[in-house]
């Protein structure tokens, strides 16, 4: 079998012509991807020869238009964490009891400039997004056929274990103690929040931390290390196919 390419539109591949490149030669095989020089949105042309006894069939031609069609399934944990701790946070100053002039709590992913930030605040930063559990194919077992569409919602991907940290950032020891419960709190409430966003395996592991050298006062911060187990995974369609053509030597 030898399949050749064009660039250009055509009603027959003539293997000798310059233009046509040779893009697979061997045994016959019934999927072939092709990603050399290949462009989004610029139609292609193929054309498949099949060696029958001593002679070669074939040549009509196909068209086919690459395009960008994935679309990211993966769980943002970091927005997730970030975002339920910030409106969590804010329902304790919302309650008096925890104080901060803005009327919430900031949640920040990168460490805070202390001179132009306002304590108590927090931080969640990604320590690491690792593989942890990979299946054959790459298959989550997430794929379905779409009637409507005629097409595969094909998912592929893995699932990562992520060690985040989050630190609550305070001026003293009494406020830590307070930001470490508020913190410890807003995420066992959202227990059912990180289960529908598809984080498994939650740990969590807490520790005080005081830094009396890096800056201008004494920074008391209380350390959360937390982990999960979270999808890595993009979807794309995949047409479905009706009719496969044998070629076989009589």
Not at 81 to 86: A, G, T
Not at 130 to 151: K, P, T
Request: glycine share 6%; charged share 25%; with cysteine.
């Amino acid at each position: 079998m030898r399949v050749y390419r064009r660039d250009a539109p055509c009603l027959f591949i003539d293997p000798a012509d310059t233009e046509t490149k040779l893009i697979y030669e061997g045994d016959p095989i019934s999927g072939l991807t092709d990603y050399v020089a290949i462009d989004n949105r610029r139609p292609y042309f193929y054309g498949a020869f099949y060696r029958v006894a001593d002679s070669w069939s074939g040549g009509s031609v196909k068209s086919v238009t690459p395009s960008f069609l994935f679309r990211d399934m993966s769980s943002d944990v970091v927005g997730i964490v970030r975002d339920r701790l910030e409106l969590g946070l804010r329902s304790y100053v919302e309650r008096g009891e925890i104080l901060h002039p803005s009327g919430g709590i900031p949640v920040l992913i990168a460490s805070p400039l202390l001179e132009e930030t306002t304590l108590p605040v927090v931080t969640v930063h990604l320590q690491s997004d690792a593989e942890e559990q990979d299946f054959i194919g790459g298959d989550l077992g997430l794929s379905a056929y779409e009637a409507e569409d005629d097409v595969w919602r094909d998912v592929e991907g893995y699932l990562s274990r992520y060690r985040l940290t989050i630190i609550a950032w305070s001026l003293n020891a009494d406020e830590r103690l307070a930001m470490r419960r508020a913190v410890k709190a807003v995420l066992l409430a959202n227990w059912v929040v990180f289960d529908a966003a598809e984080m498994k395996e939650i740990s969590m592991t807490f520790s005080d931390h005081e830094d009396f050298q890096s800056y201008a006062a004494p920074v008391y911060q209380a350390h959360c290390d937390f982990t999960c187990l979270a999808p890595s995974a993009v979807e794309t369609d995949v047409p479905s196919v009706h009719a496969v053509i044998s070629h076989k030597a009589v």
